[in-house]
């Protein structure tokens, strides 16, 4: 994958922000943090569509984990449209599975053991946390294709706005740090 210059570029740690006339209604006003991009393709998990009827404790149940009074419930989010039964936890850099967690640049790490959501149960797991059922998967070049098709704008991704501000508003503070006004975006695109 090469930049206009002809330069490697990689997607690491940076969010997605969904286009309007983008065509996949699963991505429909989306924020994906891209987690891994390499020439091989991209991983990543959509941080705005928490699901409507699956929490924390519904996981703790399904997996035989019993939570301390210390631990939180909290919305399961959709993290993509592929395999929906795996689960991942996108969390702040204070925390590291002893088994396997992935850094992801700008101060995240994502942990997909089941040793994280033990952590959580107890009330010992990390200070902030997205919980997501399924991830977002491109191809060799397939993300490529569709940002050079205007599918996707890309932004600075931040603790803050990807753990601290609701998930409705998300999307519109994600265009707002570009300086984009949600009612100027067309949806159908164009090319100069």
């Known amino acids: 994958m090469l930049s206009s210059i002809g330069e490697p570029f990689d997607l690491t740690g940076q969010l997605l922000v969904a286009m ?3 065509g996949d209604f699963r991505f429909h006003m989306s924020l994906v943090l891209i987690c891994a991009h390499s020439d091989e393709g991209a991983m990543g998990l959509i941080i ?4 409507l009827d699956v929490t924390l404790y519904d996981l703790f149940d399904q997996l035989s984990i019993d939570p301390t009074p210390a631990a939180q419930d909290m919305p399961v989010h959709v993290g993509g449209p592929v395999e929906h039964a795996r689960g991942f936890v996108l969390h702040g850099d204070d925390y590291t599975s002893p088994i396997s967690t992935i850094t992801v640049p700008g101060g995240f790490g994502m942990t997909a053991t089941q040793d994280v959501l033990e952590a959580m149960a107890r009330g010992q797991g990390p200070d902030q ?4 059922l399924g991830y977002a998967g491109w191809g060799t070049g397939q993300l490529e294709a569709e940002l050079s098709q205007n599918g996707w704008l890309t932004c600075d991704a931040t603790r803050r706005l990807v753990f601290d501000t609701p998930d409705p508003g998300k999307w519109d503070a994600a265009l707002a740090s ?4 949600p009612l100027t975006l067309s949806s159908s695109a164009g090319r100069a």
């Open 20 to 22: 309007p006339g983008m």
């Open 178 to 181: 570009l300086g984009v006004d």
């Open 129 to 132: 946390a997205l919980v997501m």
């Open 48 to 51: 705005n569509k928490p699901t």
